[in-house]
């Protein structure tokens, strides 16, 4: 019988960024606000030229990762935009929450790198939206990512009792 196909929806997929240099003292965090990203990966190959033809030798394959959010003033936006004007390494996780694999395991790619650009248009009447590309150092790797109860709270809000609340 064969494996029913579950399509993958952009919403389920979330980012989780830190420093590589804080790896020891903070867990990563969801970059807030996220609209879209994209993983491009590219392989040119070389064409050498000969009398029976040209022949393609195969090149290894580059990655990057372009980011477009809401931009804000949290932590996220604060330590990427940094990261950008001095050279930081970053941790990225790209997080797919329709992966769960139980006890607050997700499937997930890693991958390490640094943000090429920063862009940050304002327009009159919109919402300034940020707009970056990340060098990826080798390839992401697949596996799966934990997210602890506080992250998934980052990402959908918890129910709420129709009680006062408490602090």
Known sequence: MADT??????KDRILA????E??????????A??????????????STETKDGNINSPATATATLEI???????????????????????????????DSKGSGKY?????RGYLQS????????????????MNVDQLPVSGEAT???EQQKEVQYTFADTTQATE
Do not use: C
Request: glycine content about 4%; hydrophobic content about 40%.
């Open 107 to 111: 499937g997930a790619k890693y991958a």
């Open 17 to 20: 960024f830190r420093l590589f």
């Open 147 to 149: 997210l602890t109860s």
């Open 68 to 98: 477009e959010a809401i931009s804000s003033l949290d932590e996220v936006n604060t330590m990427l935009e940094d990261a950008v004007l001095h050279s930081k390494m970053l941790e990225v996780w790209d997080i797919n929450l329709a």
């Open 5 to 10: 196909v579950t399509p993958i929806y952009g």
């Open 118 to 133: 920063w862009e940050v248009p304002s327009e009159i009447g919109k919402l300034v939206e940020l707009k970056t590309t």
């Open 33 to 46: 606000l996220q609209t879209q990203h994209t993983w491009k990966f590219e392989a040119k190959s070389d």
């Open 22 to 31: 804080e790896r020891t003292k903070k867990a990563a965090t969801k970059l």
